[in-house]
């Protein structure tokens, strides 16, 4: 059984934790619920001759949660409804074990970088496991926030007259930063991050310091202070997820926490995966607040 965690990505949207298994693996995006996949023939094979290849492929089983068990579970019955079953329940018997191990360390060490014309890392756009998929261009766009995510507002933009809703797009905001991005970032490069931080580039072998790599994906340093500040707000309107992430500074750590109050609904469906909390005190009172508010819902 193998246990990991990888970024979920464009926009970021936290640490994904898996656990896989021989004929089936889980995923969970908060260490409470869990999206459980089973391997097993398609359904098409019936219909081939026999001398064709068997194919295999993961087909979505059900959710599993401590609280709940299993549920939603597929029922197709052209698939072998009792095998997947079998396989299911023994994956889902370890989940309240692995569990008491969340956050597990990450694994997707090669990372897709927009980057400036020196090829100085500017954005994180995606990431993987392995070098036989680190290549090709997965997405040449880097996305602040999910076409329809329509949250983020930046203070600063506020201030100076520029609305979130600009007659065309509700999240002008994230794409006012967005177009800054795609016009400061030029190229777009494969990295394999090493055991010290820095970074291998895989179609020339040049390798960046650690402190090249944006901890949070995002450079934080802009020529232009309105976009500097922008940023700067993005980030914090991110911070809960933010927190997902290993090897923080403490003193990063500790602003985010601090952000993350903002957000106290993402805090509380979260916190299980964060690696480390600077101040309990905080995180404990956005799931105060969290649970206030869905008790008392506007």
């Excluded at 089973?38 to 993961?58: A, F, I, N």
Aim: proline letters at 6%.
């Amino acid at each position: 059984m193998q246990c990991y965690a990888m970024r979920q990505l464009n926009p970021f949207s936290g640490m994904l934790q898996v656990v896989e298994q021989d004929m089936a693996r889980a995923f969970s995006a908060n260490g409470f619920l869990w999206r459980i996949q089973v391997l097993t023939e398609r359904p098409d094979h019936t219909w081939r001759s026999g001398q064709e290849k068997t194919v295999r492929q993961y087909f979505n089983w059900g959710l599993w949660s401590h609280r709940k068990g299993m549920h939603r579970v597929t029922a197709n019955p052209i698939l072998d409804i009792g095998a997947m079953q079998q396989i299911a329940d023994e994956l889902a018997a370890a989940l309240p074990e692995l569990e008491r191990a969340l956050p597990f360390t990450p694994r997707d060490h090669f990372e897709y970088w927009a980057c400036d014309y020196d090829g100085t890392p500017v954005a994180l756009i995606g990431s993987t496991l392995g070098p036989e998929t680190a290549r090709g261009t997965p997405d040449t766009r880097w996305r602040a926030t999910a076409l329809g995510e329509h949250g983020f507002v930046s203070r600063t933009l506020q201030a100076a007259g520029i609305p979130v809703h600009d007659g065309f797009s509700p999240r002008a905001h994230a794409e006012r930063l967005e177009s800054a991005v795609r016009h400061r970032a030029q190229s777009r490069l494969w990295f394999e991050r090493l055991a010290d931080g820095s970074g291998r580039r895989l179609d020339n072998d040049q390798t960046l310091e650690a402190e090249a790599f944006p901890p949070l994906g995002l450079a934080t340093e802009w020529d232009d202070p309105l976009m500097q500040a922008l940023a700067g707000d993005y980030l914090d309107w991110l911070a809960p997820l933010l927190l997902t992430l290993p090897d923080l500074q403490d003193a990063e750590r500790a602003h985010l926490e601090r952000a993350a109050l903002n957000r106290a609904a993402v805090v509380a469906d979260l916190y299980r995966l964060y690696p480390e909390v600077i101040d309990p005190r905080l995180i404990q009172r956005a799931r105060v607040e969290a649970r206030l508010r869905n008790a008392h819902p506007a």
